[in-house]
């Protein structure tokens, strides 16, 4: 009888990115994600995730503050409009970058399914206050009542917080900060759906118009939505933490 002895299996780089998630530490990986790679063909050349993450969450943060300043002027014109849809844009665009850096990627730090995650929540919470621009522009309301002017303060407010939280994971070592921010952000989320109900409850209470109540109200949703979207990328963030404890 003949016995085939087991031939040894030609490894690949897959085998290189099995051993990196599985055996070495979140420290190693770290290290190891800090050195340019790319040189070896395990990271693409010039690409950086957290610094793809930076300039992300920094349009959200643009976004929130152009916001603002559409509801003090009240100016939703086809310029603004259009400033607003440049700024989301953008953020398209570092979204479809960040999606092909990770589908080329060998070595990320951190799981692949969290950074897919983090990238698409992040991209819309963009999209979002985009959208409460354009209805404002839709349904002809071209001042922005003392409610909605509320709801743009605490979206600023959770967007910068959600800046510090998504730029604190470059020192993931160090998560209390990273952790404190999000414990706000989740404040805010609370905060909106408080002011959600009294605006609604307002609207009902006063507006005798019902084309105009259906019209506020889709925006104080959405606008209450956008704080919702907020808090799931804080609930990412924490999430990779944990898995990197």
Known sequence: MVTCEPQPRERNEWDVVFYFEHYCSSALTNFLLSEDWSVFGILPKGKNFFDLFDKQVSLAVEAAGFFIKLCETGNFDDENIQKMRD????????????????NRSFITPFDREDIHALTSELDDVVDLIHAITTRMRLYHLRTANTDLMQFADI???????????????????RPRPILDYCIEINRLENVGDQLRENSIGKLLDNETDPVSIIKWKEIFEVAEIVLDKCEDVANIVESIIVKQA
């Open 87 to 102: 700024i989301e844009h953008e953020g398209d665009i570092i979204t479809h970058e960040i999606i092909d850096t990770l």
């Open 155 to 173: 979206i600023s407010q959770s967007t910068r917080a959600l800046a510090k939280a998504v730029n604190g994971l470059k020192d993931i070592k």
